[in-house]
């Protein structure tokens, strides 16, 4: 007969003799597990988040460890409830949860899932005190922002990612207004609300420029051929290290370019707003050669129009104007040069 004196688990064989139905004596046959622990529990968590550890807690038998993928995080012990701070990596993070007690036996598993999302957010950096005003050409910027995220100034990388809390860049000053966006950047591309900071570098250069020509062009008679010529061109002046004038055709008047800024400006001052289709077109009107066009359809966008090739050069930004100086401008000597009316 089958006898459960035992308890639940335990079968017991117990032969009764004939001549008595009162006196045996039961035996265990195989043994088995007396008492098999509880599948532990996990309180309801979040499904995602944007932290790198989490608490999650729950329930456990109280004679029985906690592990978590493998690793024992909660040692043996007589508490029925677990608490631990899981680590998160980037994406879908699973977990696989069961007891042990002393002897080995496990309780059955407990899976659940938890997506760690990038998060969007990166603070704006900081900025130490710098000069609103310097004759310099140069200055040191420094500042504090987040760890883990790279340094961008007006687009620019200029200080790699790293886990540091400080930054510190040198950003170059032309004469004028010099604006400066800076921005952090995570690992992954996102970017925090700007950070603007103005610097003013006086122009004594282009006064004192412009000063020196009006002397030594003093008593040169005007070229209005020349003049005419060299209407709408940049001129760099290759004796005096390639300083760059403007030859404006309204005017037949040259305008001393400092630096981008300054440039920038001055090329604007001359524009002449037309229509988007003017700047698309496949050719430009012989009149508008040599001049400053803003396309006063498409954000007010400048463009320099080449004097011979009728080539398009669009003035995005100061150093854009610096570069079409660059790339675009036409030698010419001191004595050429003080030959077209400077202006005033």
Same mark, same amino acid.
Request: proline share 5%; no cysteine; hydrophobic share 35%.
């Given at each position: 007969?089958? !006898?459960?004196?035992?308890?639940?688990? *335990?079968?017991?064989?117990?032969?009764?003799?004939?001549?008595?139905?009162?006196?045996?004596?039961?035996?265990?046959?195989?043994?088995?597990?007396?008492?098999?622990?509880?599948?532990?529990?996990?309180?309801?968590?979040?499904?995602?988040?944007?932290?790198?550890?989490?608490?999650?807690?729950?329930?456990?038998?109280?004679?029985?460890?906690?592990?978590?993928?493998?690793?024992?995080?909660?040692? @043996?012990?007589?508490?029925?409830? @677990?608490?631990?701070?899981?680590?998160?990596?980037?994406?879908?993070?699973?977990?696989?949860?069961?007891?042990?007690?002393?002897?080995?036996?496990?309780?059955?598993?407990?899976?659940?899932?938890?997506?760690?999302?990038?998060?969007?957010?990166?603070?704006?950096?900081?900025?130490?005190?710098?000069?609103?005003?310097?004759?310099? &050409?140069?200055?040191?910027?420094?500042?504090?922002?987040?760890?883990?995220?790279?340094?961008?100034?007006?687009?620019?990388?200029?200080?790699?990612? !790293?886990?540091?809390?400080? @930054?510190?860049?040198?950003? *170059?000053?032309?004469?004028?207004?010099?604006?400066?966006?800076?921005?952090?950047?995570?690992?992954?591309?996102?970017?925090?609300?700007?950070?603007?900071?103005?610097?003013?570098?006086?122009?004594?250069?282009?006064?004192?420029?412009? *000063?020196?020509?009006?002397?030594?062009?003093?008593?040169?008679?005007?070229?209005?051929?020349?003049?005419?010529?060299?209407?709408?061109?940049?001129?760099?002046?290759?004796?005096?290290?390639?300083?760059? @004038?403007?030859?404006?055709?309204?005017?037949?008047?040259?305008?001393?370019? &400092?630096?981008?800024?300054? *440039?920038?400006?001055?090329?604007?001052?001359?524009?002449?707003?037309?229509?988007?289709?003017?700047?698309?077109?496949?050719?430009?009107?012989?009149?508008?050669?040599?001049?400053?066009?803003?396309?006063?359809?498409?954000?007010?966008?400048?463009?320099?129009?080449?004097?011979?090739?009728?080539?398009?050069?669009?003035?995005?930004?100061?150093?854009?104007?610096?570069?079409?100086?660059?790339?675009?401008?036409?030698?010419?000597?001191?004595?050429?040069?003080?030959?077209?009316?400077?202006?005033?």
């Amino acid at each position: 007969m089958t !006898n459960n004196y035992w308890g639940p688990g *335990a079968t017991i064989n117990s032969s009764v003799p004939t001549s008595s139905t009162f006196n045996f004596e039961p035996r265990l046959t195989e043994p088995t597990d007396i008492a098999s622990l509880s599948r532990p529990t996990v309180n309801e968590t979040v499904k995602s988040t944007i932290l790198d550890k989490i608490l999650v807690s729950g329930t456990k038998d109280a004679n029985g460890n906690l592990i978590i993928n493998g690793e024992t995080v909660i040692p @043996w012990d007589n508490e029925v409830t @677990w608490s631990y701070n899981l680590p998160l990596t980037l994406g879908d993070n699973k977990f696989t949860i069961v007891s042990r007690d002393r002897t080995g036996n496990s309780s059955q598993e407990i899976e659940f899932t938890i997506t760690r999302l990038e998060n969007k957010f990166v603070p704006t950096p900081t900025i130490n005190s710098f000069k609103l005003t310097t004759s310099e &050409a140069t200055q040191v910027l420094s500042g504090g922002k987040d760890i883990n995220t790279a340094i961008i100034i007006n687009g620019q990388e200029v200080v790699p990612l !790293n886990n540091e809390t400080t @930054w510190q860049a040198t950003v *170059a000053l032309h004469y004028g207004r010099n604006t400066f966006s800076i921005v952090a950047r995570s690992a992954v591309g996102y970017e925090s609300d700007p950070l603007s900071i103005t610097i003013e570098r006086p122009d004594t250069k282009g006064e004192a420029t412009i *000063a020196a020509e009006k002397a030594a062009a003093a008593g040169v008679p005007v070229d209005e051929a020349l003049t005419k010529k060299l209407a709408g061109y940049i001129l760099l002046q290759v004796e005096s290290k390639g300083e760059a @004038w403007y030859v404006n055709p309204l005017d037949g008047q040259r305008y001393f370019l &400092a630096g981008p800024t300054n *440039a920038f400006n001055l090329m604007r001052q001359f524009g002449l707003g037309v229509k988007h289709s003017v700047i698309t077109a496949k050719t430009i009107d012989p009149k508008l050669k040599g001049r400053i066009l803003i396309d006063t359809e498409d954000s007010g966008k400048a463009y320099y129009v080449h004097p011979r090739t009728s080539q398009l050069y669009y003035l995005g930004r100061p150093a854009d104007a610096l570069a079409v100086m660059r790339q675009v401008g036409l030698g010419i000597s001191n004595k050429d040069l003080r030959k077209i009316k400077l202006a005033q």
